[in-house]
């Protein structure tokens, strides 16, 4: 089972905030830094001191860095356009040596959109798809070759299709629960499918739909890797996962039903919950970064289990 740190920085963070964490996450031994692509705080959080950007933040990352893989969960389609998005991951993934992974979604969050002028579509399914027929050809247009795209959203003509990223393939991530368009779309672009903060139960639903989509589309379903993003609150004792429940403002036993909280052995249970139903891999929320501690905890104790 592969343990990934996901961060929330809209909720406040600052670069170097991140960078800590993310130099952090290599030392301890876990498989990737990822963070999500906002810019505006949701809930009681005032955000400060301000939204950071994802791109710019993973370039800093893929330089400060040696060994981790550097993604999102997920790029909102509704922030870049496809082209640029394309040359923004593909530049990253050389500067990191070939370690980038693009989890791309379709954008949701309206308000943040208004606050930063940013437009907001009404379809943006149909968008995504295009985006990722673009991002996607565009990669793997031969060097001298050129690429056209002609969409209901997009149109590109003649382009050189440059530049190229270090790996073979940047991994491509797609995920939500979305019962048929969402599936179909992993089974042709995805090289992994997430589900975000869902039940073992629904999740298990999930990957069902994506593996009966995958096959339908002529891939062999175990072609995909399979994975979950859930919150972690890991404590020695009770006293410990309650005080790091009050410091993100949630309560233990909604953490526990929802998340992965409790003791270091309640929540490896937990995620071999996870595992039997196919998940691979695992994105923890981490959403106090000031608190190594706790990141050590669930390295020394959790990930130590999992092997």
């Known amino acids: 089972m592969d343990l990934r740190i996901f961060t929330e920085p809209q909720q406040g963070a600052s670069y170097d905030t991140l960078l800590t964490v993310a130099k952090a996450t290599e030392d301890l031994g876990f498989d990737a830094f990822f963070r999500s692509d906002h810019y505006l705080a949701m809930g009681s959080s005032d955000g400060l001191p301000g939204p950071t950007d994802a791109w ?3 370039a800093g990352l893929a330089r400060e860095t040696r060994r981790i893989r550097l993604g999102t969960l997920m790029t909102a389609g509704t922030f870049r356009l496809p082209g640029v998005l394309a040359i923004q ?4 993934d050389r500067m990191s040596g070939g370690r980038v992974e693009l989890g791309l979604g379709a954008g949701w969050y309206e ?3 208004t606050a930063y002028g940013i437009p907001f579509p009404k379809e943006k399914f149909g968008r995504l798809e295009e985006q990722l027929a673009i991002v996607t050809g565009l990669w793997e247009t031969e060097v001298g070759a050129t690429f056209d795209f002609d969409g209901k959203y997009y149109r590109l003509a003649d382009s050189p299709a440059l530049p190229k990223p270090a790996q073979p393939k940047v991994p491509v991530l797609i995920g939500g629960l979305g019962a048929s368009r969402t599936p179909r ?11 975000p903060f869902a039940s073992v139960a629904d999740s298990e639903r999930q990957f069902g739909r994506v593996r009966a989509a995958a096959e339908e589309a002529g891939r062999k379903p175990d072609d995909l890797v399979y994975s979950n993003a859930l919150v972690v609150c890991v404590g020695k004792d009770d006293a410990e996962v309650a005080r790091r429940a009050a410091a993100i403002g949630r309560e233990v036993d909604e953490l526990k039903a929802n998340g992965l909280a409790g003791s270091p052995a309640e929540v490896v249970d937990k995620i071999g ?4 139903i196919g998940a691979s891999r695992v994105y923890l929320q981490i959403l106090d970064l000031d608190d190594l501690d706790h990141l050590e905890l669930i390295s020394a104790e959790v990930q130590a289990q999992l092997g």
């Open 89 to 92: 991951v593909a530049q990253v």
């Open 185 to 195: 779309l992993a089974a042709r672009y995805a090289d992994e499918f997430n589900v």
């Open 273 to 276: 919950r996870y595992a039997e």
């Open 111 to 113: 308000a943040e959109h």
């Open 56 to 58: 710019i933040t993973l």
